[in-house]
């Protein structure tokens, strides 16, 4: 006999954990018994970031990104259950125990191991293996992996619940798709994309402000909130850098980012069409070899020639570029070989020269030598005449840096045919009044010049290619952000190898 002040913890402990392990005959007391197949739940629920560890002591891959932790659960009846473990009970039966109006009642569960480990092998295929019962991944991949295995998981009957929320947030749940097509306009290349989260529409402007700012969340129309998937972090941040927005709806891509665009394709990232002109590049293996024109009166050495056909190559494809001989190789007669060539094909339309003081004279000099059916300007020295209209008839305009600093507001009005710089290393700063103003130059094709074009550092070289491909190494911002980025990874590689 118990005692009737022992009654109520004697069933509660004794009799409860006699129930759940055997099989119990009840007289004075009530058995409910639950028995079934078990409805799987993937429930989830966010674990705080800025840790480097997550509730695991596993280390996590960024120390900002919030984590998602897993568990799988297992419901019978009204209630759901943990996964098994190894230290808990043999059979993993459950019993609960209350007490209503004076009489005892039991609710038991009978749990099915054998189907509860089923289970967990469905999500071990997908590279889901629970540690304590539980799963965790950044936040990022969380919602990827649950978008790319939305199927699987509906055909295997798992069920994905969320589990509160840090933030009362209430997650979107789905696919996340993008598609990219590229296709190729006169001066550029048109970018098109369509972004679906679930049933919704979502406009790639916003998607991609938000990736170059590193966000990772935003809000659908429903009110629930998405998670922009990691991989989208890794594959497209380039080329949203790259990308430049004309307008709310017209978003372009610089044809010297072709190379980009064709890698993009390749894996597969975006869908690319282009003409049969830069489909050649495909199979491209080597420069071809360019005529002089004929109105040119010189003779190049093979090195000179191999720059001219370098010319002639980035005009056919319409790049701007840089010829970085060293001094006294000639890259004055190679550029007007090509200067030539385009008096030729476009007589009349004035190139821009843009030099250092000291360098007008010897250009002038041997653009008559080389080219004397060209028709020069020299625009320099107090008495110019500052009406850029003037240059309409001409083939080539000689001037300095320094004119074009104090008359950028006039020259910018005139679209030339190309803008070459030499001794370009004097616009290596980017932000100089030289070099936003040489910028503000329009034309139909750019080149520079230069014997130096890395005097100090990186930023010299970001600066003129800048110029002549404007886009082509990102921005400022980006660019210094993948060169430190390089410089650290470099750092550490000589780390470990000096280990």
């Known amino acids: ?30 058995i409910n018994t639950e028995q079934g197949t078990p409805q799987a739940l993937l429930a989830f629920n966010e674990l705080p970031g800025g840790s480097k560890e997550n509730l695991f002591g596993e280390e996590l891959e960024s120390l900002n990104e919030e984590s998602i932790v897993f568990e799988l659960r297992f419901r019978y009846g009204e209630y759901d259950f943990g996964i098994l473990t190894k230290d808990g009970e043999s059979n993993g039966n459950s019993c609960r125990f209350e007490e209503k109006d004076g009489e005892f009642i039991f609710w038991k569960t009978v749990r099915t191991p054998q189907v509860e480990k089923k289970f967990e092998t469905i999500l071990k295929k997908k590279e889901m293996v629970f540690n304590h019962g ?14 790319t295995n939305e199927d699987y998981l509906e055909e295997n009957k798992i069920k994905i619940v969320q589990r509160g929320s840090l ?28 972004i679906k989260f679930g049933i919704y529409l979502v406009p790639f402007a916003k998607i991609r402000k938000l990736i170059i700012q590193g966000k990772t969340e935003f809000e659908l129309p429903n009110g629930e909130v998405a998670v922009i998937p990691a991989s989208w972090f890794v594959n497209y941040s380039e080329l949203f850098n790259f990308i430049e927005e004309r307008s709310s709806e017209e978003l372009v891509l610089r044809k010297h980012h072709l190379a980009f665009a064709r890698e993009l394709q390749n894996g597969e990232l975006v869908r690319l069409n282009l003409s049969l002109k830069l489909e050649r590049l495909r199979k491209f293996d080597a420069i071809e070899d360019y005529e002089l024109p004929e109105s040119f009166e010189g003779i190049l050495r093979p090195y000179q020639h191999a720059g001219y056909n370098w010319l002639r190559f980035l005009n056919e494809y319409q790049f701007g570029g840089c010829l970085a001989d060293d001094m006294g190789l000639g890259k004055t007669v190679q550029t007007l070989a090509l200067l030539a060539h385009e008096g030729e094909e476009n007589p009349g339309f004035a190139s821009l020269l843009v030099m250092p003081t000291s360098l007008i004279y010897n250009w002038e000099l041997e653009a008559r030598k080389f080219t004397p059916k060209l028709k020069i300007m020299v625009y320099s020295g107090a008495s110019r005449i500052k009406d850029p209209w003037k240059f309409r008839g001409y083939d080539i305009v000689l001037t300095s840096y320094g004119i074009v600093r104090l008359d950028v507001d006039i020259l910018k009005d005139f679209y030339f045919n190309y803008v070459i710089l030499d001794e370009s290393q004097a616009i290596k700063n980017p932000t100089s009044n030289i070099a ?26 970001w600066s003129q290619m800048n110029f002549v491909n404007p886009g082509l190494l990102g921005n400022q911002n980006l660019f210094k952000k993948n060169n430190i980025s390089s410089r650290s990874k470099s750092k550490t590689t000589r780390k470990r190898r000096s280990v």
């Open 167 to 194: 933030n009362g947030k209430t997650y979107h749940i789905g696919k996340a798709q993008i598609t990219i097509e590229i296709n190729e306009n006169i001066d550029w290349f048109d970018v098109k994309a369509l």
């Open 1 to 30: 006999m118990v005692e009737r002040k022992f009654e109520l913890e004697y069933y509660r402990k004794f009799v409860n954990n006699l129930i759940t392990q055997f099989e119990v005959v009840g007289t004075g007391f009530q």
């Open 134 to 147: 539980k799963f965790s991944l950044p936040k990022t991949k969380a919602f990827e992996w649950l978008g």
């Open 436 to 461: 936003v103003a040489v910028n503000k130059l329009k034309s139909k094709r750019r080149l520079i010049l230069t014997g130096t074009p890395v005097e100090n550092g990186t930023m010299d070289l």
